[in-house]
C-alpha cells in the first residue's frame, strides 16, 4: 500500500491484524451520507437492465475520494503480494438496507472491471441464502459441511480475474467464517505446483444449478506473465480422466485443507471480500446448527479493465 494512498478522507484504511496482504477499508458515516442520493438515483432494475448506471454510482463511490479510491482497490488487488481486501461500511444503520448493499458492491466492482453474466442468478450478481435446511447440489448454500478452499471460475469460458463475496445480512449464527489462502503462503505449493499432472488439462463441469450446458478444460495449475504460480481448482467440479489425475486431486485436497498458513476471519455484516483469483483461494467454515440459522450473501465476479 502506497504512502500516498494509507489515508483517504471518509474511509479508515488499515491492514488486517492477521496478514498484511489483506486490507481493511472500512467506510465512514459522513461518506454514507454522501452515497445516499446518487444510490437512490437508480433501482436495482435499472441496475441489471441498464450496464450504464452501473458506472454512474461507480463514479459516485470514486468522487468520495477524488478517485484515490479506484487506484486503492486496482493497486491492491493486482499486487502479488497483497491481491484482498476486505470493505464495507464502519457501521450499519437504518440508512443502510439490502439495496443499498447491492450497489455498493456493484459501484466497487465497476472500480475495478466488468463483471461476468452469472448463469445462476441470470444477471450480472447472484444472491442466495445459507438456511438450516438445504436440497441444493452444490457446497454453496450447505451450512453443516466445510466449503473447501477454492477459486471461482474453474466451469466457465469466461474470464475470472477477481471475485467479490458480500454479506448482505444473518440470523442466529455462529461459525461460518471466511477462510482464505494466498497461493504464496501455501506450504505445499512447490511440491503440487510441479508435480506435472497438475499442468495436464482436466475436465471440469458443474451441476445443474449453475446453469451452465458446456464443459471446459485447462490445468489446475498456470503462469502469469511473470512466470508465478496461478490456480484454478474447486473440489466438486474436476471430472479426473483416470487414476493419476484423481489421485492428484485428492494430494492437492488434502494439502489445501491442511494448510496452517489458512486465514479465518469473520466477515461483518455489510462488508465484501473482494480478491484476485489466481493466487487466493476461498472458503467458508462450517455453522453450528440452528434450525433458524439464514444467512444471505452477494457474489460478483469478473475481468479487469482492459484500458
Known amino acids: 500500500m502506497s504512502e500516498a494512498?494509507?489515508?483517504?478522507?471518509?474511509?479508515?484504511?488499515?491492514?488486517?491484524?492477521?496478514?498484511?496482504?489483506?486490507?481493511?477499508?472500512?467506510i465512514k458515516d459522513e461518506t454514507i451520507d454522501k452515497l445516499i442520493f446518487p444510490?437512490?438515483?437508480?433501482?436495482?432494475?435499472?441496475?441489471?437492465?441498464?450496464?450504464?448506471?452501473?458506472?454512474?454510482?461507480?463514479?459516485?463511490?470514486?468522487?468520495?475520494t477524488s478517485g484515490k479510491l479506484s487506484e486503492l482497490l486496482n493497486e491492491t488487488l493486482k499486487n502479488r503480494?497483497?491481491?484482498?481486501?476486505?470493505?464495507?461500511?464502519?457501521?450499519?444503520?437504518?440508512?443502510?438496507?439490502?439495496?443499498?448493499?447491492?450497489?455498493?458492491?456493484?459501484?466497487?466492482?465497476?472500480?475495478?472491471?466488468?463483471?461476468?453474466?452469472?448463469?445462476?442468478?441470470?444477471k450480472y450478481y447472484a444472491r442466495f441464502h445459507v438456511k438450516h435446511d438445504d436440497?441444493?447440489?452444490?457446497?454453496?448454500?450447505?451450512?453443516?459441511?466445510n466449503m473447501d478452499l477454492h477459486t471461482d471460475g474453474t466451469y466457465v469460458k469466461e474470464t475470472t480475474d477477481w471475485l467479490l463475496m458480500q454479506k448482505i445480512e444473518e440470523e442466529n449464527v455462529q461459525g461460518g467464517e471466511t477462510a482464505l489462502l494466498h497461493l504464496d503462503d501455501w506450504e505445499h505449493?512447490?511440491?503440487?505446483?510441479n508435480d506435472e499432472v497438475g499442468k495436464q488439462n482436466f475436465v471440469w463441469g458443474s451441476p445443474k444449478s449453475k446453469n451452465i450446458d458446456y464443459k471446459v478444460e485447462h490445468p489446475v495449475f498456470s503462469k502469469d506473465q511473470n512466470g508465478r504460480p496461478q490456480?484454478?481448482?474447486?473440489?466438486?467440479?474436476?471430472?479426473?480422466?483416470?487414476?493419476?489425475?484423481?489421485?492428484?486431486?485428492q494430494k492437492l485436497s488434502d494439502a489445501l485443507e491442511g494448510s496452517k498458513n489458512k486465514?479465518?476471519?469473520?466477515?461483518?455484516?455489510?462488508?465484501?471480500?473482494?480478491?484476485?483469483?489466481y493466487f487466493w483461494l476461498h472458503g467458508r467454515k462450517p455453522f453450528v446448527e440452528n434450525k433458524k440459522l439464514s444467512r444471505e450473501l452477494l457474489r460478483i465476479r469478473g475481468s479487469f479493465f482492459t484500458n
Open 263 to 277: 486465514i479465518i476471519t469473520p466477515l461483518p455484516v455489510g462488508s465484501a471480500v473482494v480478491a484476485n483469483n
Open 189 to 193: 505449493l512447490d511440491e503440487l505446483y
Open 39 to 64: 444510490f437512490k438515483k437508480f433501482n436495482l432494475t435499472a441496475l441489471e437492465y441498464k450496464p450504464f448506471t452501473r458506472f454512474t454510482i461507480a463514479k459516485a463511490l470514486d468522487e468520495t
Open 81 to 122: 503480494d497483497t491481491g484482498c481486501l476486505i470493505i464495507g461500511p464502519e457501521n450499519i444503520s437504518n440508512k443502510i438496507d439490502h439495496n443499498f448493499l447491492v450497489k455498493l458492491s456493484t459501484a466497487i466492482t465497476h472500480l475495478i472491471g466488468n463483471p461476468n453474466f452469472d448463469s445462476m442468478a441470470g
Open 135 to 145: 436440497n441444493s447440489d452444490s457446497y454453496l448454500r450447505k451450512a453443516y459441511t
Open 5 to 26: 494512498l494509507k489515508s483517504l478522507d471518509g474511509f479508515e484504511i488499515s491492514y488486517h491484524p492477521e496478514t498484511n496482504r489483506i486490507i481493511n477499508i472500512k
Open 231 to 249: 490456480i484454478s481448482y474447486i473440489d466438486q467440479f474436476p471430472e479426473p480422466k483416470n487414476m493419476e489425475q484423481g489421485l492428484f486431486l
